[in-house]
């Protein structure tokens, strides 16, 4: 599972938090971002589409990778899976998440925001974090901290980081992928403008080359 979650997120540097609120926005935008470049996606379970999306967006767009976000149970990580998500991201840790997805078929990125929550997961074998929310959990400087008790963990910060912050993270050792939903602009989606979400995807690619 470490490798599986180490191989998705550095499938894409980016990974957009994706939130349904009209169901029939899930397909076209997330067709939009793989346009723009950016494959690895995560729909969050905020609002009652996002198992729908999930489905929806995996038989259209086989060559996306779909995660399921904003899972905070172990019911919710099942019905994750059955929608056909291929990877499940949760906010937080509790023991009961983080035991469920060791067996479980589609592997686990948990989030952490403390050295306390990493040794939670570390001790079960995780190495794979998402640092969240990591504007205001300490930032760049924070990830940089993680390193020296945690030489040989991964992260994907998320949370607060925008088109022009993303390259910082970006720029540390330990970070693979940062996450962020500044890649689906609600007004954007409201206008359906999804020329408008591949050139953004885009832009957001091409600031991070040096
Ligand atoms: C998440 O769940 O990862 C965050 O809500 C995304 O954070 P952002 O909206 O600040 O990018």
Known sequence: HQQRIHQILSTCPLLPVITIHDPETAVPLCRALV???????????????????IREVRQALPQAIVGAGTVTC???????????????ITPGVTEAVLDFAITA????????????DLMLGYSRGYRQFKFFPAEVAGGTAALKAFAGPFPDVGFCPTGGIR????????????????GGSWLTPAELIAEHNWQGIAELAKASLAGLEP
């Not at 346009?35 to 999306?53: D, N, P, S």
């Open 35 to 53: 346009e723009g470049g950016v494959r690895t996606l995560e729909i969050t379970l905020r609002t009652c589409h996002g198992l729908q999306a």
């Open 74 to 88: 172990t019911q919710q990580y099942r019905q994750a899976e059955l929608a056909g998500a291929q990877f499940v």
């Open 105 to 116: 078929p589609v592997p686990l990125l948990p989030g952490v925001a403390t050295p306390s």
């Open 163 to 178: 088109q022009s912050t993303a390259g910082d993270y970006l720029a540390l050792s330990n970070v693979a992928a940062v």
